[in-house]
C-alpha cells in the first residue's frame, strides 16, 4: 500500500496548457514538499507547504496544501518544454518516530512538447 | 551549485567488489539519508543519521554498511552487491524538513 498517492503517473501536454497533480493520502503530514528531477540528476526542492489549506505561488506554478494536511496539489498554467520532468511529492508523517523522514510519491512525468 | 556533494557520479562495479559512495554537505544540517531510486519505484529510504547516530535503517541488506563519522559526511560502503541493486542511489541532508538532496550516484552491478 502506498501511503503517498499521487496522480496521474504520465502527463503528455501540449505547450500552453494548464495541468494540475495531485498527491493524496490518509495520513496527517506536518510538511509536504514538491520536487522536481531531471534524468540522472537528483530532486531539487520547488516548495514546502507546512499549514492547512496553504497556497504557494511559484511563477506559474501554484502548490495547494489541503486543509487536513493529508493532500496538495500542483498546479502548472502555461506549461513550456522547460518543464518537462519528473515531479514528485513527499512529506513527514505527522508524530512520526524517525526525524525528518520522507514518504515519497511515485512520480509524475511530465512532459511538454512544443 | 547543490549544497549537497555525491561522488563518483557513475560507478559500475563486479559482484565481488568492494566500493564506496561519498556524500559531503555544506549546509551545517545534522540529518542526513540514503535514498535509492529504481525505475518505476518511489524513492525508498534506506537509513537516516541523526548527529552522526543511525536512527534508521529501513531492513536494508547488509550488503550495504552506510558510515557517517561526522555531521557533514556519510558514506554507503557496497560489497558482493547483485545486479537487481543496479539504481540511482541518493544522499539527502535536513535540519528540519525540507530535505536537499546531491545529484545521485547512477550505479551499475555488472
Known amino acids: 500500500t502506498q501511503l503517498l498517492e499521487q496522480s496521474p503517473q504520465f502527463l503528455s501536454i501540449q505547450e500552453g496548457e494548464n495541468l494540475t497533480v495531485y498527491c493524496n493520502s490518509s495520513?496527517?503530514?506536518?510538511?509536504l514538499q514538491w520536487y522536481r528531477q531531471e534524468p540522472g540528476e537528483g530532486p531539487v526542492l520547488l516548495v514546502t507547504?507546512?499549514?492547512?489549506?496553504e497556497v504557494k505561488k511559484l511563477k506559474r506554478l501554484t502548490f495547494q496544501f489541503g486543509d487536513a494536511r493529508k493532500d496538495s496539489s500542483l498546479h502548472i498554467t502555461a506549461a513550456q518544454p522547460g518543464d518537462t520532468g519528473l515531479y514528485l511529492c513527499?512529506?513527514?508523517?505527522?508524530?512520526?518516530?524517525?526525524?525528518?523522514?520522507?514518504?515519497f510519491g511515485q512520480g509524475t512525468i511530465l512532459t511538454v512538447h512544443p | 551549485e547543490t549544497g549537497v556533494t555525491q561522488t563518483p557520479r557513475h560507478l559500475v562495479m563486479g559482484m565481488t567488489n568492494k566500493k564506496s559512495l561519498k556524500c559531503e554537505q555544506h549546509l551545517g544540517h545534522n540529518a542526513m539519508y540514503w535514498y535509492k531510486q529504481s525505475a518505476k519505484k518511489p524513492l525508498e529510504l534506506m537509513f537516516v543519521y541523526n548527529f552522526k547516530e543511525q536512527t534508521e535503517n529501513n531492513s536494508v541488506p547488509s550488503r550495504f554498511s552506510p558510515e557517517c563519522p561526522n555531521s557533514s559526511h556519510l558514506f554507503l560502503h557496497l560489497h558482493t552487491l547483485q545486479p537487481e541493486d543496479s539504481a540511482l542511489y541518493l544522499c539527502?541532508?535536513?535540519?528540519?524538513?525540507?530535505?536537499?538532496f546531491g545529484q545521485g550516484t547512477r550505479l551499475t552491478v555488472v
Open positions: 495520513s496527517v503530514f506536518s510538511s
Open positions: 539527502a541532508s535536513s535540519q528540519p524538513p525540507p530535505a536537499f
Open positions: 507547504v507546512v499549514t492547512g489549506g
Open positions: 513527499a512529506g513527514e508523517v505527522a508524530g512520526g518516530t524517525s526525524y525528518g523522514k520522507l514518504t
